[in-house]
């Protein structure tokens, strides 16, 4: 099958009006363009980078929903409240309350409003910090962002949505009222300014900007980071210049396993451990449970101080993680036919490895985790050879902070008044996560707060006609 590319505009076909101007082209900008567009909104998509789906495209695991028609079809029953207290939970209790109730009661019809534009995402993993499986990932068990990304690109190229590349709104542009009215845009052919009744910043998060992480959390400012390069804080930037408010900016989330060994820095997805791999130390023990929340299981690695850890994995698992055929194509796998083999590759004590596996099968067979409590991603054991094994370090994945928002997507101002037709979502805006993002989650709320900006902002401009 050909590969799908999508075909974006020149930035001599810009317009110089739009009922709706969305900036960034990510699972939130796009889901909120397809939701507006079919509200009958006249749409477009900036894009500054050449690149379409900024860190979507990284995403791996899948995105969560509690109470989906796939559960259930799965026999697993799951309940809105434990799905919504395990993230509070998980969030240590500094998630906005009624963000977090929006999400959560509309992650269900997130996955079928996919499924209604030929989405699917039929598959169920468990991440971090849940109890049931509701991590929703596609049958093929394709990377989700990719996936995502591609679909939704194909939707947008279907109804017409007119999407561009390498045009990097710079400015938002207010009328006397404060009201958002449109936005300035550096293009190849100059800077533009576009008249919108309604704009929308969909621009990420900033886990790629050395300065403002040196600015709230100067501990990280030497960390790697997952994120692709164009993740700087541009929305955030935009907002600030209006008097937007930023929340809880001291909040970054360091993943746990990332393979930072070379220049560009791979997540190793948490549905690897969702699926059954563990972690071991250089005595080729296991350390921590690996399906802790992410920055419980970061400072366990950390605290070990022996650069890094190692992810260990057998065939069974790796049937059950594709992507890891991905990450062994790009050389980030360690191999052994037996676990010896694989210890003395390596560099891990290989009787303690064996041990280690051998009690842990045991502890799977039974369910239950003795050593360290662990309950979920306990499927299956690892037994079956070939063996592989990643070296992984803690790196800035995601930044839980950002614009303050309203459930409806409103844009918040210092004195905590709505800004009226600006709207955000997904990373860019903060509040959803606590101090502390579940996977599965971020790729849920690009979802979940992308249609929610389409449904609002089409409101806004219907009551202002």
């Not at 317009?15 to 709706?20: E, I, L, R």
């Not at 190692?310 to 055929?325: E, M, P, S, T």
Request: proline share 3%.
């Amino acid at each position: 099958m050909a590969k799908f590319i999508f075909k974006t505009k020149d930035a001599s076909e810009l317009a110089p009006s739009y009922d709706a101007v969305i900036i960034g082209s990510g699972g939130t900008g796009m889901s909120a363009a397809i939701q507006a567009h079919e509200l009958g909104l006249n749409v477009v998509v900036l894009e500054k980078n050449e690149k379409l789906g900024g860190n979507t495209n990284k995403a791996s695991s899948g995105m969560n929903a509690s109470e989906s028609n796939v559960q259930y079809e799965h026999g697993i029953i799951d309940h809105n409240a434990d799905f919504y207290k395990e993230t509070m939970k998980g969030g240590g209790l500094m998630n906005d309350p009624a963000m977090l109730k929006f999400f959560v009661d509309h992650s269900a019809s997130a996955i079928s409003w996919l499924k209604d534009h030929d989405i699917v995402v039929n598959d169920l993993t468990i991440t971090g910090g849940m109890s049931r499986k509701r991590c929703h990932r596609p049958a093929s068990l394709a990377p989700i962002g990719a996936f995502l990304e591609t679909n939704l690109l194909k939707v947008a190229e279907k109804e017409e949505i007119p999407v561009f590349n390498e045009v990097k709104a710079v400015k938002l542009i207010q009328d006397n009222n404060k009201q958002v009215t449109g936005v300035e845009v550096e293009t190849k052919d100059g800077k533009k300014t576009i008249t919108a009744k309604a704009v929308l910043l969909a621009t990420g998060g900033f886990g790629a900007s050395k300065d403002i992480i040196a600015k709230y959390r100067p501990d990280l400012k030497d960390y790697k980071t997952t994120n692709q390069p164009g993740a700087t804080g541009d929305g955030l930037k935009l907002a600030e210049a209006i008097n937007g408010q930023l929340v809880q900016m001291n909040l970054i989330q360091v993943h746990p396993t990332a393979q930072t060994d070379n220049p560009r820095v791979f997540l190793i997805g948490e549905a690897v451990r969702g699926e059954g791999a563990i972690l071991v130390n250089k005595a080729g023990k296991r350390f921590v449970n690996e399906l802790n929340t992410r920055k419980i299981v970061s400072d366990a690695i950390t605290n070990l101080n022996e650069d890094g850890a190692y992810l260990v994995l057998d065939q069974g698992i790796r049937d059950h993680a594709k992507a890891v055929d991905f990450y062994d194509s790009i050389g980030l796998v360690e191999h052994g036919d037996s676990l010896e083999d694989l210890a003395n590759n390596i560099g891990v004590n290989a009787e303690n490895l064996k041990a280690t596996v051998a009690n842990w099968n045991k502890e799977v067979a039974a369910d239950d985790d003795t050593e360290f409590g662990r309950s979920t991603g306990m499927d299956r054991g690892i037994e079956k050879g070939p063996f592989f094994a990643i070296h992984i370090h803690p790196a800035i994945h995601y930044t839980m902070g950002g614009i303050h928002i309203t459930p409806e997507t409103k844009v918040l101002d210092t004195n905590g008044n709505v800004i009226k037709g600006l709207y955000a979502a997904g990373e860019v805006s903060g509040g959803l996560h606590g101090n502390n993002r579940i996977g599965g989650n971020s790729i849920a709320e690009t979802v979940v707060f992308g249609r929610q900006a389409g449904i609002k902002m089409t409101e806004f401009i219907r009551e202002n006609k």
